[in-house]
């Protein structure tokens, strides 16, 4: 786990592959997205380190319902009882009425080159018990109530890698979480820098490349994304892959 200051209430946290961000207003504590279930001490963890205990986190954001990005959500709300927020259209997908998930054939396919191998490894050891994961209690927050976490976010329909994936805006810092609309990093990944994850982890590519170009050109001067590093965020350098 490595936790890094990119604003003055913003910490990134990397798990296995996978970020997860602590928002803190100095009395409480957003959360957006929750790693792996095997992360889910590392996420405690992580509070604990910036100054703040399970008890103040307000709310959890999910950008969506992967289980690299809600593996700890269950535990913190058995323990809390926070409200746990997504896209609309993801509050379904949170809680399993349907799956938009790489299928056990996309992961085989991962075990021809040893990248891929690396990864299929560190992914079942990360779910391992808890592939069933899901997040009962998820609801879609409105505009009013988003404003007034730990923060404050707007909410921005980012459809394409699942139905209902939604980046979250945070205007008093610019800072811009894209969850996996736009990653600049990941295992399977070839090279850095702002790009999609490989067309394997995407619902609907057509929409994750329209979704990507929208998130580009937004006024925020920090992107953190779901895989890879928080990186300056230019919106007049706009994504072009």
């Known amino acids: 786990m490595k936790i890094d200051q990119v604003s003055d209430s913003v910490y990134v946290v990397a798990g296995t592959n996978v970020n997860w961000a602590l928002v803190s207003d100095g009395s409480g504590v957003t959360l957006i997205d929750a790693g792996y279930p095997a992360d889910t001490d590392a996420v405690l963890d992580s509070m604990r380190q910036i100054g703040h205990q399970i008890a103040d986190v307000a709310a959890v954001l999910v950008t969506h319902a992967h289980l690299d990005h809600i593996g700890a959500v269950p535990t913190l709300v058995e ?5 746990v927020y997504t896209g609309t259209e993801e509050v ?4 399993r009425e349907y799956l938009q998930q790489i299928t056990p054939a996309g992961m085989l396919r991962q075990l021809t080159t040893g990248r891929g191998r690396r990864w299929v490894i560190d992914t079942m050891r990360a779910v391992r018990g ?5 997040v009962p209690s998820a609801t879609t927050g409105d505009a009013a109530t988003l404003s ?3 923060g404050g976010f707007t909410a921005i329909p980012t459809p394409g890698h699942t139905s209902g994936h939604t980046a979250y805006l945070m205007d008093s810092e610019a800072v811009l979480f894209s969850g996996d609309a736009l990653v600049t990093g990941h295992p399977l990944l070839e090279h850095t820098g702002p790009q999609l994850l490989p067309s394997v982890f995407n619902h609907d590519e057509v929409l994750t490349r329209d979704s990507a170009h929208h998130l ?3 006024q925020a001067r920090t992107l953190v994304p779901g895989h ?4 300056h965020h230019d919106p007049k350098a706009l994504w072009t892959s």
């Open 130 to 134: 808890h592939v069933d994961t899901k």
């Open 92 to 95: 379904r997908h949170a809680k």
């Open 79 to 83: 323990r809390v009882g926070m409200p």
């Open 216 to 218: 580009a050109v937004q």
């Open 148 to 150: 007034c976490l730990p």
């Open 228 to 231: 890879g590093e928080p990186i």
